[in-house]
């Protein structure tokens, strides 16, 4: 593709991005080989990310910004369909059908996260909502903790699958959010990019949010 290179995804974004693949990935080993310190520690960890991720989506830089890439059904089936016919990618942050994975995804992390302080197998992992939480609500948190998971781990496939298939297409996804910069034609205008001082902030009001959930406990 000819134009120049922009800078797409600012360094909150991608260090979100980057730092909810190795939490996912602690906290599934940590779960598997029950480490309920390391797994509680990742979870919060989690919450604190995917809270400030949120922050981000409606305070940070443009392509950050849910309002920027949420879009409609249709425009999202009509951009599946430009990339079957393999149409160029000329989008400067999450294209139409992505920016709905990044919501599916966010919901599920956060909610993994919100119902893992109410789970309790009576055996070694205790979340700290549990001492104020009847059995039935512990119960339930336990099923719909592990059932989440699940769903997490096939919408992950899913998203790696969709990578796969633009990659096939020539659409190179995995650069970009590893670089910050992507090639874009020249009347694609660069985006608005927020400074790292608000990311700071939010960061700290989302870490503060979810420790405090971890002491209450």
């Given at each position: 593709?000819s134009g120049r290179r922009v800078r797409v995804w600012d360094l909150p974004v991608r260090l979100f991005h980057w730092a909810t ?197």
């Open positions: 593709m693949v190795a939490l996912v990935a602690v906290l599934w080993a940590s779960e598997r080989w029950n480490w309920m310190g390391l797994h509680v520690a990742a979870g919060t960890a989690l919450l604190a990310l995917v809270l400030f991720r949120v922050l981000w989506g409606l305070a940070g830089s443009e392509t950050a910004r849910f309002a920027r890439f949420l879009r409609g059904p249709r425009a999202a089936f009509g951009h599946l369909r430009e990339v079957a016919a393999g149409a160029a990618d000329h989008e400067a942050g999450h294209n139409a059908a992505g920016g709905w994975m990044v919501v599916a995804l966010l919901i599920l992390l956060g909610a993994e996260c919100l119902i893992g302080v109410f789970v309790n197998n009576d055996v070694a992992d205790a979340g700290p909502f549990t001492n104020i939480a009847p059995a039935w609500v512990m119960n339930l948190a336990t099923d719909l903790h592990w059932w989440l998971f699940q769903a997490l781990i096939a919408a992950v496939a899913l998203h790696l699958a969709a990578i796969a298939l633009y990659a096939a297409r020539g659409q190179n996804l995995v650069g970009p959010m590893l670089t910050g910069r992507k090639r874009l034609p020249e009347d694609v205008p660069a985006p608005r990019m927020a400074g790292i001082g608000r990311a700071l902030v939010l960061a700290a009001l989302a870490a503060a949010a979810a420790l405090a959930v971890l002491w209450y406990g």
